[in-house]
């Protein structure tokens, strides 16, 4: 049998029983794939709710996206998924499509991110949706909006990075447009996604009804792009890749040493004299060239090149030691597993782990209703048998 809370709802601002998730109670339908909703449903699933991950009978398009493979299941899959129960619902069939209405119908939130007008014609649209459950939070995940103009086209991170003019500010100035080393638009999508899907569940207590929740990659990325978008917004001026350094701020970027690579962040002219102290660069902080952070960021290339000269005689960790002990603002450039093993020796406690699979832990901390991992990514259809005999018997 299913746990007594599916079916239930959460409303009012009872606090939660102790040992219970925040969201303990919120039942999720997710009708959605790829990345941007799945990585928001399981911060949902890491807060307590019942997600529900509704997949075709192919599964979702990340459970064959490999190498790397953990046991012959994508890493892909696993890294987005935890915490959640899996049934496939195959919508082109009429017998499927009135279990999925009935989901729809007893979810407190649903979740799709189809192309536009695609659970419309299934009859799962939000107007459709809304008129069974009044009290339906309903978050639909798109590329481009659902207006004619951007709704044809196909909703991949890539293609939103290019788009959002992203590209266009990563890499070298002399390079090629680059992408960033990770999906990074589907995933402040699915943050910025998760924050509206809150905020409705938030106003649902003090109204008694749900609402349409509408994000998409090119918002997400014009929003995300900040100082850059606002100075051309504000200043008419058109940022362009500058490598690793910072459009204004400068010293900020990375810098060679004899072993590697480090990141000094210098933010204000304070940092910079000290800087020049300890690095024995001279009074550079007294020349009009580079005493004030305007002119530093206009002189930026000679500055980088006195700076990387000094450090060239140093090996990345005597030159973090110099610059962590004068308190300037450093750190190293990183690998994957020295990024995991300093997170684990500052105390951060960066990894789950759940049935032999390992997680990244969510990026927040509830002293009171933690996030935690229960159970690890579904196998397909995993709780399908369970949750189709829920949907057909009467609702509590």
Known sequence: MLEPVWGQRVTGAGKPNQGAGALDGVVVADFSRILAGPYMTMLLADLGATVIKVESPAGDDTRQWGPPWDDGISTYYKSINRNKKSVVLDLRREDDRLLARELARRADVMVENLRPGTMARYGLGYDDVAHDNREVVYC????????????????????????????????????????????????????????????????????????LVEVDLLSSALSALVNQASGYLLAG??????GNAHPSVAPYETFAVADGSI???????????????VLDLGPLDQDPAY??????????????????????????????????????????????DEAFAFAESIGLEPVWTSGGDDYVRAPFRLSGTPPEVRTPAPDLDSSGEQIREWLRSPQP
């Open 291 to 336: 005493a004030t952070n305007a002119a530093r960021v206009a002189n930026r290339p000679a500055l980088a090149g006195k700076i990387e000269k000094r450090l060239a005689t140093l090996d990345r960790r005597e030159a973090l030691a110099l610059l962590e002990a004068a308190g300037v603002p450093s750190g190293p450039v990183n690998t994957m």
């Open 237 to 242: 001026a058109t940022p362009r890749a500058a």
């Open 263 to 277: 990141a000094v962040a210098v933010g204000s002219d304070r940092q910079f004299s000290v800087l020049c102290s």
């Open 140 to 211: 639909s995940i798109s590329g481009f909006g659902g207006q004619p103009g951007g709704a044809h086209l196909p909703g991949y991170d890539l293609l939103g990075q290019a788009i959002s003019g992203l590209m266009s500010v990563t890499g070298e100035p002399d390079g090629r447009p680059l992408k960033v080393g990770v999906a990074v638009v589907d995933v402040l999508c699915g943050l910025h996604a998760c924050a509206g899907v809150l905020a409705a569940l938030h106003a649902r207590n003090a109204t008694g009804s749900g609402q």
